[in-house]
């Protein structure tokens, strides 16, 4: 059996969202067809896009659907960088990474916690910019001062884009309370299908230049046709009822867990997600960790997992100035479904992986 404790790789799909999808699927039409089949898909679309807009804090006209985060990260970039110089968190996902390579990076702390002091100085060097920060860290939990940090952008004329693909579904988001530009956001990471997402735009930058170029779907800014049924099971999961208490405590338990065999947790001093744990366990390799909880039937991550099933080093831990430990941390992160059953069998696994990989004890004994 499976303890699946990798929500923020993906979250197991809601029944809400999976009965949301189902029904979508039975009506057949492209919600771009004047005729009465895509006038009723249209419908399904519109509903989903109404609901989630109004979850998320923005108007419906302002969101548009993407095929996931990292397309609403890019064309955020794409189209509110256009003149703009570019300015980063340094932990930010590979999806701002990528499409910014040659953004200024702002420090972190060794909680994982954004410099706003030297964000301040780089927005007050220079022409305008638009400035990416993450709402929720994927692989620490961290969450970002965003509204301190929107304040400093308005301050110095520049636009903020929060890639809150891990917040959103774990903690209140709106993008209206939080001062953002603009806010990427994902379906598979709150219970949702995968590939959808959308980028909710704020009222003065809702006409914006597509990245994917077509057939002038939601309103010219991304061409395609738009997946109906994973757009409603989207909205769904978004909707779906969720109980952060009993999800922290069994985090907690988890951290205690790790803490009786000698792990540090990364980043516990600094707000954060409450499914979301980094664990470090000095001496022992991130993989190794990750591959022996396998063995036990445990499914964790280390780093961030990537297309080729590698784990490549943590971006995230190095920027937080963990030096050898950032190969060594693992990250948990619990799925709305996650039960006791599944922590305790974590404890346990934990427990004799750590017995194996420990070093051993230097005796200094004559
Ligand atoms: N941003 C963050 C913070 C993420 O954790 C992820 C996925 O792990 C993404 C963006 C990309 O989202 P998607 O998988 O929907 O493309």
Known sequence: MMHYLD??????????????VLAAMAVTGNPSSV???GRAARRLMEDARESLAHRFGCQAADLVFTSGGTEADALAVHALGQGRRLIIGATEHDAIRAAAPAAEVVPVGGDGVVDLEALAARLANGPAALVCLMLANNETGTIQPIPEAAALCRTHGALLHADAVQAAGRMDVNL??????SM???????GGPTGVGALLLAPEYRTIAPLILGGGQERGRRGGT???????GFA??????????????????IEQAAVAQGATVIGGSAP????????????????TQVIALDLDGIAVSAGSACSSGKVAASHVLAAMGLGALAGQAIRASLPWNATETAVEAFATAYARMADRLR???????A
């Open 184 to 190: 990427a956001i994902s379906s598979h990471k709150m």
């Open 35 to 37: 005729h009465q089949a």
């Open 7 to 20: 929500a923020n790789a993906t979250e197991p799909l809601r029944p809400e969202a999976r009965d949301a």
């Open 359 to 365: 070093p051993p004890l230097v005796s200094h004994a």
């Open 272 to 287: 954060r997600l409450f499914n979301t744990t980094c664990l470090a366990l000095p001496g022992a390799r991130a993989d």
């Open 236 to 253: 769904a999961a978004a909707e779906a009822p969720r109980d952060s208490g009993i999800l922290a405590a069994l985090r907690d338990r």
């Open 226 to 232: 738009p997946p109906v049924a994973a757009i409603a």
């Open 176 to 181: 209206t309370a939080l001062g953002v530009t």
